[in-house]
């Protein structure tokens, strides 16, 4: 089950990284193709035109790769109505045998019936990435909690403009009681590539908050040294977030191709 859970993790992470590599990727690509266009438009010298014809083919074809690259990262980003209940006892399974004796990992879900629009592969995803992070830090055992409740969102919150502030939001938390993170840790966590672990990626938290941008929704971080960690993730309830969901750059790259 160990080895399901950091596939899935890896997953999400290439997908992550496919998104942003098919973006850098198609500019280079698009210059490329018109330096092969205008070369094969070359009448004067038939090499010219032969490599000109050689260039296009290929940017062609790393276009053609691009495309599959930007549509297998927005596969999962599906919008679909998401059961709480149906969310955690996924869950719950998915971490039967992750959780080494020495953690006892508890549930408390307010209600099971709530339902609202999001992704339910990416919320099990994220949920993973935290979860894993949090028995990652407590070698020596510890307790791991998660929580759901509802609530609204108070003022000192950073919100992004479009995003109202005074509706319903779910919140999950999962805390830990393992070390917490020193101001540095906190600082750079959500960086790419950041990691203090030997064999971390660093990319578990990004894709967290990219999974919650995704759904509208914020995340707040609680660490202190010694004093554990805890991850509020807020999701709205009620805002349409089908636009935020799987809003890719399509139209951009209809233009592209
Ligand atoms: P990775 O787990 O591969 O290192 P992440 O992006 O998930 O990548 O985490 C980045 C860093 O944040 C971790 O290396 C760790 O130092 C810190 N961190 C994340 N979660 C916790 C936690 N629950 N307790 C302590 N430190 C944490």
Redesign the pocket.
Known sequence: AESELIRAQRFESLAMLAGGLSHDLRNLLQPLLLAGDSLQDYQDDPRLARLGKLVRDCGRRGLDMVHSMLSFARGARRAEQVKLGTLFSAFDLLMQGSVPRSVAMELVIDDPELSFEGNHTELQQCLL?LCL??I??MPDGGKLHIETSQTTLDDDFFLPEEQPRNGRYLCISVK?D????EPA?LEH?FEPF????ET???????SCKRIVGSHGGVMRVE?EPGRG?RFDLYIPLEEVVSDALGAGDDDELEGAA
């Open positions: 990435n992070n949090a990652q830090a830990d393992g070390p917490g993170m840790v966590m950041f990691t203090t672990k971390g990626t660093g990319l578990g938290l990004l660490s960690t």
